[in-house]
């Protein structure tokens, strides 16, 4: 698909090509779709934050289950979005959609990224 015909919106849950951080390799991993939809209809890129679940992760994670999830694929175990970490990816490297998160467990990660870059 090229990125003018994909299409993602805000609070999608997908699946991402993430390259590791020394360039060797690369992983398919999750990802939420943070960046409005304005932005990712205009843009060849769109922002997101990683999901894991790896469960010695404690920091700068919002825990989701299968009742945060508003439509799609359900998850065989909880995970964790990393609120922490916020990528610029190209929705080249979106291999496919999971499902949608729901509002209410969106705006609970969207004021977390707002308070963590908050100016003390």
């Known amino acids: 698909m090229t990125p003018s015909s994909f299409s993602v919106d805000q609070r999608e849950i997908v699946w991402l090509k993430f ?8 992983k398919i991993r999750p990802g939420l ?9 205009t843009n060849l890129d769109v922002l997101c934050c990683a999901i894991t679940s790896s469960k010695n992760r404690k920091n700068y994670c919002i825990t989701i289950d299968n009742t945060d ?11 964790k979005i990393r609120y922490d970490t916020i990528l610029k990816v190209d929705k080249n490297l979106i291999e496919s ?24």
Do not use: C, P, R
Not at 33 to 41: G, H, L, T
Not at 70 to 77: A, D, N, P
Not at 106 to 116: D, F, K, R, T, V
């Open 97 to 120: 959609k999971h499902g949608m998160l729901k509002k209410e467990k969106s705006h609970e990660i969207i004021n977390a990224i707002q308070e963590l870059i908050s100016i003390e």
């Open 33 to 41: 779709i943070v960046s409005n939809n304005s932005y990712n209809k």
């Open 69 to 79: 999830i508003e439509s799609g694929k359900k998850f065989t175990k909880q995970n």
């Open 19 to 26: 390259t590791f951080s020394d360039s060797s390799d690369s």
